[in-house]
C-alpha cells in the first residue's frame, strides 16, 4: 500500500484501527474489538506506517511496544478521532440521529431478561445504529475491552468512571412452599435463621441482612448455604426446587409469586435495594450514539418491571 493510496483512502479508519490496537493491547484483540481478522488489521497498521514513514510499533512474538514515533502518533490520533467525532456530530445535527456501532456491558440476567425491550426501542428510533450487547456479571475495562458504557447492578468501587444512577431493583425473601411445609411456620424474622438458605454470592455468601420497611429495624443473621452461586437463575431456580430461602431481585420472581410457586416470606421485611449504574470513562467529548443511549436509559429503567425510581422505600429503612 503506497503513500498515494492511503491519502485518497480513508485515514481515519487507519487511524482508528492504530488507536483501537494501542488500547487494546494486540492486533488479534483489535481485529476481534473492529470484527476483522487480524490480517486486516495488520495490513492496516503496514499502511499507516509506511504512509507516515516510520515504524510505530515493534513487536516481538510475544510483547507489543510503541516506538517513540508511535506514541506521538497515538496522542495526535485521539485527538483527531475525537475531533472528527464531534464534526460528525455537528454536521449530523440536524437529524439528530446517531450512526455507527456501542459497545455495551450489561449484567447476564438484567441484560438477558429486563434490558431488550429498551435496547428494541433505540434501534426503532435510530436505525442506522448497531448494538454489541456483551453480558458480563464484571465490571469492564473500557479502553482495553473496547466498551462504551455498561450497565451495572450494585455498588460501584471504580472511582475513575463517570456513575449515573438510573434506579433501584428492590430485594425480597422467597421460598417454595414444598420448603415451608416441612419447616416451622414463618412468623417472625428470627425464624429466617434456622431455614436452609441459597446465597447469591454476588451480593450475600454468610450473612443476610434485613430491614423493616415502617421501622427501620435491622436484623443480621449468619447463614451457611447448602447452595452458592453467582447466577441470579441459577437462585430462582433452586427455591423453586425447595433447595432453601433466597433473598433476590423482585422482577426474577414476579411470575412464580402470582403462580403461588414461591412465597414472598416477611413483605415487611426487605434487603436493602441493589442500585442500577450506567457507566463510562471520563472522557472531553462523548459521541451522539452514547449521549442518546444515556438520555433513554435515564428515562426507561426506572419504569422497567421490577424496579423504581432511587431512594422511594422508607428512608429510615436506609439509614441503618
Not at 168 to 196: F, G, K, Q, T, Y
Not at 216 to 241: C, Q
Amino acid at each position: 500500500m503506497n503513500k498515494k493510496i492511503i491519502q485518497t483512502g480513508d485515514r481515519i479508519a487507519l487511524l482508528q484501527t492504530f488507536v483501537r490496537i494501542v488500547e487494546s493491547g494486540s492486533l488479534s484483540a483489535a481485529a476481534a474489538q473492529l470484527g476483522t481478522s487480524q490480517p486486516t488489521i495488520s495490513r492496516r497498521l503496514q499502511g499507516l506506517e509506511q504512509a507516515l514513514g516510520v515504524k510505530l510499533i515493534q513487536r516481538t512474538t510475544h510483547t507489543m511496544k510503541l516506538t517513540d514515533d508511535g506514541e506521538r502518533c497515538y496522542q495526535h490520533a485521539r485527538r483527531l478521532i475525537e475531533n472528527w467525532q464531534i464534526m460528525e456530530d455537528e454536521v449530523s445535527a440536524a437529524r439528530d440521529e446517531p450512526v455507527g456501532v456501542l459497545r455495551v456491558r450489561a449484567p447476564h440476567a438484567f441484560g438477558q431478561d429486563q434490558m431488550i425491550a429498551p435496547l428494541g426501542d433505540y434501534l426503532g428510533r435510530y436505525p442506522q445504529m448497531r448494538i454489541e450487547w456483551i453480558l458480563n456479571d464484571r465490571s469492564p475495562d473500557f479502553i482495553l475491552e473496547g466498551v462504551d458504557c455498561a450497565i451495572h447492578v450494585g455498588a460501584v468501587t471504580d472511582p475513575n468512571v463517570v456513575a449515573v444512577l438510573l434506579a433501584e431493583v428492590p430485594r425480597i425473601v422467597v421460598a417454595a412452599p414444598s420448603l415451608l411445609a416441612n419447616s416451622a411456620v414463618v412468623e417472625d424474622v428470627a425464624n429466617l435463621a434456622d431455614l436452609p438458605w441459597i446465597a447469591l454470592n454476588t451480593f450475600y455468601r454468610n450473612e443476610v441482612v434485613l430491614h423493616h420497611l415502617a421501622s427501620g429495624e435491622t436484623a443480621r443473621f449468619a447463614i451457611s448455604p447448602r447452595l452458592s452461586t453467582d447466577s441470579l437463575y441459577a437462585v430462582r431456580k433452586a427455591a423453586l426446587n425447595g433447595l432453601g430461602v433466597a433473598m433476590v431481585s423482585s422482577w426474577v420472581v414476579q411470575d412464580d409469586l402470582q403462580e403461588g410457586a414461591l412465597q414472598h416470606l416477611l413483605p415487611d421485611w426487605q434487603a436493602a435495594p441493589l442500585p442500577i449504574y450506567l457507566l463510562y470513562p471520563y472522557a472531553s467529548y462523548y459521541p451522539a450514539r452514547l449521549r442518546k443511549f444515556i438520555e433513554m436509559m435515564k428515562a426507561v429503567m426506572p419504569s422497567l418491571t421490577g424496579t423504581r425510581p432511587a431512594g422511594v422505600i422508607n428512608e429510615a429503612a436506609t439509614r441503618t
